[in-house]
């Protein structure tokens, strides 16, 4: 059964999502600040996060930057704001996907479903891969990037991006091939979450981030992993 952790500060969101994920076997815990949230992540362990960036006590933001200090549970953002500054914050704090408010109830619970799907393993055989490069070391069996003798630290949206770059290294993957691996079939036209997602990869594990050696940009076309 799939766990979420629901935190929403308003009574009436709060319920819609409650009867709808119940009704779907979702097992469902709710909390209506950030402090609770932190809380309940921490005791219950969901599997994905549905999170408001507008919390009565602290910023959504702080709270994706206090998950991420001990896990990579999905999480996907309610945001009322339509500031695309707010939505890049979040996603560049760590969240996987974000929902505008008002939100139908169905496109909310479609972008849930990828966002577990996108965290589950694979446990397909070839997995079984190590690649190297001069500056990290991507080992695709456990899921785990070490660059200078140490662990990287990654989202799992940061992680199947890099899984699905590495997978294809030397061709050129499309812009619209990446965003429907990753993100999900109806998503092909986003090329700013491709943008920022990449942004993130370089920053974490290029020597010279605004100078890419290996993970390249074909302009208007998409990107390329290179060794
Ligand atoms: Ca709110």
Request: no cysteine.
């Amino acid at each position: 059964m799939t766990r979420v952790l629901v935190v929403e500060d308003e009574p009436q969101i709060v319920r819609a999502l409650v009867i709808n994920l119940k009704a779907r076997k979702y097992e469902v815990d709710a909390a209506p600040d950030g402090a609770t949230a932190l809380e309940l992540a921490a005791a219950r362990h969901p599997d994905v996060v549905v999170l408001d960036l507008g919390l009565p006590d602290m910023d959504g933001v702080e709270v994706i930057k206090g998950l991420r200090g001990w896990t990579r549970v999905p999480i996907l953002v309610l945001s009322a704001r339509h500031s695309s500054d707010e939505k890049v914050e979040a996603l560049d704090a760590g969240a996987d996907d974000y929902v505008t408010k008002p939100f139908g109830m169905d496109e909310l619970l479609a972008r849930l479903r990828a966002a577990v799907r996108r965290a589950e393993p694979t446990g397909s055989p070839e997995d079984d891969v190590m690649v190297e490069t001069d500056e990290f070391t991507v080992d695709l069996a456990a899921k785990k990037v070490h660059r200078q003798g140490r662990d990287v630290r990654l989202t799992p949206t940061e992680w199947h991006l890099l899984e699905v770059l590495v997978r294809n290294t030397g061709r050129l993957v499309s812009q619209r091939q990446l965003l429907q691996e990753v993100w999900g079939p109806s998503y092909g036209t986003e090329t700013n979450y491709l943008r920022v997602y990449m942004a993130q990869l370089r920053r974490k594990l290029e020597a010279d981030p605004s100078h890419p050696k290996h993970f390249i940009t074909e302009p208007g076309m998409g990107y390329r992993f290179e060794r």
